[in-house]
Nanobody, 121 residues
Framework: VQLQASGGGLVQAGGSLRLSCAASGRAFSSYSMGWFRQAPGKERELVAAIGWSGGSTFTADSVKGRFTISRDNAKNTVYLQMNSLKPEDTAVYYC???????????????WGQGTQVTVSS
């Protein structure tokens, strides 16, 4: 599967962005999806994840209450709605497909190319 992320940009603190990740190929709906981010000098971290049906989700403590992950299997797309953005949210955001229909342990099987999110203070 190929993953194409979009929607990043420059936004002021307190603003919102919605990231999209479109998947090509079959079986998108069979796998969990996730969004990672990597800030300069830091390790890549899992921000949010969602099971195949959308019925189970994970959100990191650092973004809980501000970020929401969702998916539309009919459109082969996963979204990350980011509200109340903070300067510390500045990072390159990557979408990823996991190897299971539910759960998000283990390394992803596929990665998108990344989209830059910059939050100014």
């Amino acid at each position: 599967v190929q993953l194409q992320a979009s929607g990043g940009g420059l936004v002021q603190a307190g603003g919102s962005l919605r990231l999209s990740c479109a998947a090509s190929g079959r079986a998108f709906s069979s796998y969990s999806m996730g969004w990672f981010r990597q800030a300069p000098g830091k390790e890549r971290e899992l921000v949010a994840a969602i099971g195949w049906s959308g019925g189970s989700t994970f959100t990191a403590d650092s973004v809980k209450g501000r970020f929401t992950i969702s998916r539309d299997n009919a459109k082969n797309t996963v979204y990350l709605q980011m509200n109340s953005l903070k300067p510390e949210d500045t990072a390159v955001y990557y979408c990823a497909q996991f190897s299971y229909s539910s759960g998000w342990s283990g390394p992803p099987r596929s990665w998108g190319q990344g989209t830059q999110v910059t939050v100014s203070s």
